[in-house]
C-alpha cells in the first residue's frame, strides 16, 4: 500500500468548474499536509497546508482534512487554464522532529477553456 | 519563501563519470532536502542534510552513491556518482523554513541531469 495515494488522473475540467483533488495516507500519526503544484518542466511550489481537522480557504483553494479518514483534498473554484498543472500532495511524516515529507504521485490537472 | 540557487540546471554526463550539485539558499536554514524525480514521477526523498552533521539517507539511497556535503547553513552538495542511465533524472533540493506555527519547504529549479 503506498503512503500517500492521490485520485488517478489526469483531470479534465471546464473553465469556471470546480476542480477536486483527493488524497488518502497511511500513517496515522501526520500531523500536516501540504499541496504544491508543479507546472511542466519546473519545480513544486507550495499552494496550501492544513494541519487542522476542517476547511482552510485561501482564495479560490480550500483544503480539506479529515484525519479520522486520513483524507485530504483540495477544491479550486473558478477553474483557470492556467491552473493547468501537476498537483502533488504531500504528508509530513509523524514522529520525527523535522519537517520530512512523503509526496503522493500526483493528478495531472488540464483546464480546458 | 527562500530563494534557492540550484547548479547546474542541466547536464548530460556519460556513464561510470561522476556529477556535483549546489544548492545555495539566501538565508541560514538547519534542514536541507535531495530529492529526485524520474520522469513522470513524484518526488522521492535521496537524503536529508542538516549542517553539521552526517546526512541521514532514505531507504534505497546510499552515501557512496549520492554522497552530500553541508558545510554551512546556507549551502549543500549533492554528489551523483558513478552514473548509470538509470540516474537520469531531476533531482531537487528544498529547504525547511517557518511560515507562522509551520515549517514550509521551498524547491529549488532542479538539476536535470541525462546519463548516455
Known amino acids: 500500500q503506498k503512503e500517500v495515494e492521490q485520485n488517478s488522473g489526469p483531470l479534465s475540467v471546464p473553465e469556471g468548474a470546480i476542480a477536486s483533488l483527493n488524497c488518502t495516507y497511511s500513517?496515522?500519526?501526520?500531523?500536516?499536509f501540504f499541496w504544491y503544484r508543479q507546472y511542466s518542466g519546473k519545480s513544486p511550489e507550495l499552494i496550501m497546508f492544513i494541519y487542522s481537522n476542517g476547511d482552510k480557504e485561501d482564495g479560490r483553494f480550500t483544503a480539506q482534512l479529515n484525519k479520522a479518514s486520513q483524507y485530504v483534498s483540495l477544491l479550486i473554484r473558478d477553474s483557470q487554464p492556467s491552473d493547468s498543472a501537476t498537483y502533488l500532495c504531500a504528508v509530513e511524516v509523524g514522529g520525527t522532529s523535522y519537517g520530512k515529507l512523503t509526496f503522493g504521485q500526483g493528478t495531472i490537472l488540464t483546464v480546458h477553456p | 519563501s527562500a530563494v534557492i540557487s540550484q547548479k547546474p540546471s542541466r547536464d548530460i554526463c556519460q556513464r561510470g563519470t561522476s556529477l556535483t550539485i549546489q544548492c545555495q539558499v539566501d538565508s541560514q536554514v538547519t534542514m536541507m532536502f535531495w530529492y529526485r524525480q524520474q520522469p513522470g514521477q513524484s518526488l522521492t526523498l535521496i537524503a536529508t542534510?542538516?549542517?553539521?552533521?552526517?546526512?541521514?539517507?532514505e531507504s534505497g539511497f546510499v552515501i557512496d552513491k549520492f554522497p552530500i556535503s553541508r558545510p554551512n547553513l546556507t549551502f549543500s552538495t549533492l554528489t551523483v556518482s558513478n552514473m548509470s542511465p538509470e540516474d537520469s533524472s531531476i533531482y531537487l533540493c528544498?529547504?525547511?523554513?517557518?511560515?507562522?506555527?509551520?515549517?514550509?519547504?521551498?524547491f529549488g529549479a532542479g538539476t536535470r541531469l541525462s546519463v548516455l
Open positions: 500513517d496515522r500519526g501526520s500531523q500536516s
Open positions: 528544498s529547504v525547511e523554513k517557518g511560515a507562522g506555527a509551520k515549517n514550509i519547504q521551498y
Open positions: 542534510a542538516n549542517q553539521g552533521s552526517e546526512a541521514t539517507y
